[in-house]
């Protein structure tokens, strides 16, 4: 069955993500079912001297949110998704001084074709929010579509990037169906 096929791809997804990120699965935010969410959060501070004396401390971290879309992907879909991230991404993002940055990424996994709207939207969507002007850093947001059978990805320009990985895994048939 299709919605098995992306579920199971969906957990050996999830399960590449576990060696760098904390991963919480089957998530249901606003009765918005997620396969996954995965947290990384990566903190970096220059000492002088000793620990004691910190001149500066720095916390960049990576949010994954994953759908699967058992039916075909509507615009309704996508935005609902959007707006699910976006109420929910500030669980795991502290506005502090020494946060720098947050990407934030939204997948969702779907078969079948795609509508050209839904297309122009995905490769549209980018939103990037500074936190008190930019004193505490900034959040990116992305939404993407991953397409197991076509090996493809859909995504912004600049998210491209942050997708290269699984892109890569697909390719080389790492996750498969």
């Excluded at 879309?69 to 509507?74: C, I, R």
């Excluded at 936190?131 to 990116?140: M, R, T, Y």
């Amino acid at each position: 069955m299709v919605g098995d096929r992306l579920t199971r791809f969906a957990r050996e997804l999830a399960n590449k993500f576990t060696l760098y990120f904390d991963v919480y699965r089957d998530e249901q935010p606003s009765d918005f079912p997620l396969s996954f969410i995965a947290h990384y959060k990566r903190r970096d501070e220059r000492y002088m001297v000793m620990k004691k004396i910190k001149v500066y401390g720095v916390e960049n971290q990576q949010l994954v949110f994953a759908a699967v879309a058992n039916e075909p992907v509507s615009l309704e879909f996508v935005r609902r998704f959007q707006d699910v991230i976006d109420q929910h991404k500030h669980r795991f993002i502290q506005e502090d001084a020494e946060h720098m940055s947050t990407i934030v990424l939204g997948l969702i996994v779907a078969e079948g074709a795609l509508d050209k709207a839904v297309l122009k939207e995905v490769r549209k969507f980018r939103k990037v929010k500074f936190l008190k002007f930019g004193w505490h850093g900034w959040v990116e947001t992305y939404v993407a579509i991953l397409h197991p059978d076509q090996k493809t990805v859909h995504i912004h320009p600049k998210g491209r990037s942050f997708v290269k990985s699984i892109e890569t895994l697909m390719r080389e048939d790492k996750i498969s169906l």
